[in-house]
């Protein structure tokens, strides 16, 4: 599960080379295909004269190598500097006094909670209550669908406010009256809009999350092509609602669309509020709808619709 998520699995041990590599193999970390000669080293070779190689030689060994034998405190927390300088989110599990450098040094320090000595508990940022290495994994894909659950609400939540701003906007600049009341907007931010977004934001996640690459460090919670499907989403809304407006104005002012003409009719106020009670209901309904079409990115809106 690990190696589909894209995380790479290194062991670092004190146990001899052939003892490292049988463990290895029996817990999937080195495969059957994999060269034992390339992929596992005695730590001796990380200080063949007793110091440690190069920042370059370094990270040239452990770019590749997935098993550390012989390790001594000291080799683990350079193992970690090594795949930090190359760009690498590095978690490094311990249990014992002698893993609180490494611990300290990883972006996360996973200590053992059952075995694991106070010293090595102190050090790390999360303690595995269970000393289970699946948990892990675990955590992994919770955090990955607490990330997309964010941003699917952001999604959405951007996306009908881009939809209401061109609404307003069209109204004002066309000279058309505009389609809703302040109190009809607090009913849409309130109402409409924030149950759909929470329940975006706990959505479970998807079936395949844990075979997505991991996001590098940098990357936006909001991409660019994001931006571009929201405003896209927030057009198409608009011209929707812009229409049964139009057209409801047309059925409830006798004809006409043009403010400085339905305020001469009579009743007027009675007549617009009707057009925009139409154009509300059905701002309500589209929204819906979009929240709908939120819960992914790349699926349809009818699968899974009632999961």
Known sequence: AARGAGIR??????????TAIAIAHNVNILQPQDDEATAAVDCARLRPDGEYLSNPGMDQLTSSIRVFARAKPEDKLEIVKSLQRQGAVTA??????????????????VAMGIQGTEVAKGASDMILTDDNFCSIVAAVEKGRTIYAGIQKFVAFIMSVHIAEVMQIFFCIICGVPVMRTPLQILFLILVTDLPPSIALGMEPGESTILQERPRPKDEPVVLNWMWVSMVMNGAVLSLVIIIVYIIALMYYCDGQVMQEAIMELPDYDSKLMDA???????????????????????????HNVFG
């Open 92 to 109: 490094m599990t311990g249990d014992g006094v002698n893993d609180a450098p490494a611990l300290n040094q990883a972006n996360i320090g």
């Open 9 to 18: 699995v290194v062991m670092i041990t004190g146990d001899y080379l052939k």
């Open 276 to 302: 925009r009670t139409v154009a509300f209901i059905s701002l309500v309904w589209a929204e819906n709808i979009r929240a709908y079409c939120s819960r992914s990115f790349n699926k349809p809106i009818w």
